[in-house]
């Protein structure tokens, strides 16, 4: 019965790829589009059957979700009221800071809301998990087509180049096609850049605001901090498009330079104190846990002067990990080739860029944005396996700048672009 309604869905899913405005709008055939949809499908199977290993099932996040879903399906099924409103309930004394990082509310709710969403597909599937793949990788599919269509209303660039920095860069296609937050946040982050972007040029219609606000919405529920990258390059991109500044790189800049002024400062102020108490605090959690792919870091506190120190250090690992004497295992191998790659890659874009490229709003917003993301996952992260997933929802956000710069023509000559 389950693997006749798989088929049902796949077809189901393959039908709306072919019919939907927003897919049909991006000028990709109806065979390219569910081409990349099944290469994510594929994806998303040997995502599951990776951490289906004995070894490793126990503790994968996406099957301790999964198996926490179907308890949450039931209540919805005989306690709806439950269900609901159980999303608010808060288990802790006091509700916490925004960004603490244990015993808050607001940390728990990524994974209650993750798993409420789970729970209610869970009754359409009939609690498949392969089936499941299907759903989220259709979203999936809207985040990047996203990205895709954006880029091509402005830049002129081979399709084909497009396509794979945006849909098959390997850690990306592996991490961002399974049945987990990381796919569902990065489609979030582009569609909130593509909606921001059509209202910046003019399409004031109201389900932009409406798309945008969910986007972002969803972003603060699944991880919240994301938006601290995310606001202030925004702020930029309107206030760029709405004067007559001349140099776009210099407002960005200056814009992540006061973020990270605001995040090294932030204990002097009872009102921004969370921001660094939670990366440090996430920083100290990773310490105590116990792992082979486990690398040493300095002592992190949330002094300024320490939050200073470590910022070098934060960088390295962010951008740099794994290094080649790191090399344990051959998963670590790939994502060294991967990573190295892309710095080449970086190197060899600095040779080629432009002045367009140094006043194109897109580039800078995604570069930007996926600077200060990185950022805070050096600050945080001390395991190989971690950094390489957290890092790679971020990769499209690079490597498609990189393309626009080495091989893109601007197609419209605005300060939106």
Same mark, same amino acid.
């Given at each position: 019965?389950?693997?006749?309604?798989?088929?049902?869905?796949?077809?189901?899913?393959?039908?709306?790829?072919?019919?939907?405005?927003?897919?049909?709008?991006?000028?990709?055939?109806?065979?390219?589009?569910?081409?990349?949809?099944?290469?994510?499908?594929?994806?998303?199977?040997?995502?599951?059957?990776?951490?289906s290993n004995p070894i490793r099932i126990a503790t994968a996040d996406t099957?301790?979700?999964?198996?926490?879903?179907?308890?949450?399906?039931?209540?919805?099924?005989?306690?709806?009221?439950?269900?609901?409103?159980?999303?608010?309930?808060?288990?802790?004394?006091?509700?916490?800071?925004?960004?603490?990082?244990?015993?808050?509310?607001?940390?728990?709710?990524?994974?209650?809301?993750?798993? +409420?969403?789970?729970?209610?597909?869970? #009754? /359409?599937?009939?609690?498949?998990?392969?089936? =499941?793949? &299907? $759903? !989220?990788?259709?979203?999936?599919?809207?985040?990047?087509?996203?990205?895709?269509?954006?880029?091509?209303?402005?830049?002129?660039?081979?399709?084909?180049?497009?396509?794979?920095?945006?849909?098959?860069?390997?850690?990306?296609?592996?991490?961002?096609?399974?049945?987990?937050?990381?796919?569902?946040?990065?489609?979030?982050?582009?569609?909130?850049?593509?909606?921001?972007?059509?209202?910046?040029?003019?399409?004031?219609?109201?389900?932009?605001?409406?798309?945008?606000?969910?986007?972002?919405?969803?972003?603060?529920?699944?991880?919240?901090?994301?938006?601290?990258?995310?606001?202030?390059?925004?702020?930029?991109?309107?206030?760029?498009?709405?004067? +007559?500044?001349?140099?776009?790189?210099? #407002? /960005?800049?200056?814009?992540?330079?006061?973020? =990270?002024? &605001? $995040? !090294?400062?932030?204990?002097?102020?009872?009102?921004t104190t969370g921001i660094s108490n939670s990366i440090v605090q996430k920083?100290?959690?990773?310490?105590?846990?116990?792992?082979?792919?486990?690398?040493?870091?300095?002592?992190?506190?949330?002094?300024?002067?320490?939050?200073?120190?470590?910022?070098?250090?934060?960088?390295?690992?962010?951008?740099?990990?794994?290094?080649?004497?790191?090399?344990?295992?051959?998963?670590?191998?790939?994502?060294?080739?991967?990573?190295?790659?892309?710095?080449?890659?970086?190197?060899?874009?600095?040779?080629?860029?432009?002045?367009?490229?140094?006043?194109?709003?897109?580039?800078?917003?995604?570069?930007?944005?996926?600077?200060?993301?990185?950022?805070?996952?050096?600050?945080?992260?001390?395991?190989?396996?971690?950094?390489?997933?957290?890092?790679?929802?971020?990769?499209?956000?690079?490597?498609?700048?990189?393309?626009?710069?080495?091989?893109?023509?601007?197609?419209?000559?605005?300060?939106?672009?």
């Amino acid at each position: 019965m389950q693997y006749f309604l798989f088929c049902i869905y796949l077809l189901f899913c393959i039908y709306l790829i072919t019919k939907l405005d927003f897919l049909k709008k991006s000028n990709l055939t109806n065979w390219e589009l569910i081409v990349l949809f099944c290469i994510k499908v594929i994806a998303g199977f040997f995502y599951a059957y990776y951490f289906s290993n004995p070894i490793r099932i126990a503790t994968a996040d996406t099957w301790v979700y999964f198996n926490e879903s179907i308890i949450e399906t039931e209540k919805l099924l005989n306690q709806p009221k439950l269900f609901f409103s159980d999303i608010f309930y808060n288990h802790y004394k006091n509700v916490d800071g925004l960004f603490t990082g244990t015993n808050s509310f607001w940390n728990d709710l990524k994974t209650t809301v993750f798993v +409420k969403l789970l729970a209610v597909l869970n #009754v /359409f599937t009939l609690k498949n998990y392969y089936t =499941l793949i &299907l $759903f !989220f990788n259709l979203f999936f599919l809207f985040g990047g087509i996203a990205f895709y269509k954006l880029i091509k209303e402005h830049f002129i660039i081979n399709k084909w180049l497009l396509i794979v920095a945006i849909f098959l860069i390997p850690g990306f296609l592996f991490w961002g096609s399974g049945v987990h937050k990381d796919g569902l946040i990065f489609s979030c982050i582009i569609l909130s850049i593509y909606y921001f972007s059509n209202i910046i040029n003019g399409k004031l219609k109201s389900k932009q605001f409406v798309y945008l606000l969910i986007s972002l919405s969803t972003i603060f529920l699944l991880r919240n901090y994301i938006l601290l990258a995310l606001i202030p390059m925004f702020f930029c991109w309107f206030l760029i498009s709405k004067t +007559k500044i001349e140099s776009p790189v210099i #407002v /960005f800049a200056a814009a992540t330079i006061f973020c =990270l002024m &605001l $995040f !090294f400062f932030s204990s002097y102020s009872n009102k921004t104190t969370g921001i660094s108490n939670s990366i440090v605090q996430k920083h100290n959690e990773f310490k105590a846990l116990n792992g082979n792919s486990k690398f040493s870091t300095p002592l992190l506190s949330n002094a300024p002067a320490s939050l200073i120190k470590f910022f070098p250090y934060a960088i390295q690992y962010s951008f740099l990990k794994p290094f080649p004497s790191d090399i344990k295992t051959t998963t670590e191998f790939f994502s060294l080739i991967e990573n190295y790659f892309f710095i080449f890659l970086g190197l060899f874009a600095l040779f080629k860029l432009k002045k367009d490229s140094l006043n194109s709003t897109i580039i800078l917003t995604c570069l930007s944005i996926a600077f200060l993301i990185l950022t805070i996952i050096g600050y945080t992260v001390c395991f190989y396996g971690a950094l390489v997933r957290y890092r790679s929802i971020i990769y499209p956000l690079i490597s498609v700048p990189i393309l626009l710069i080495i091989f893109a023509q601007p197609l419209i000559k605005s300060k939106a672009n």
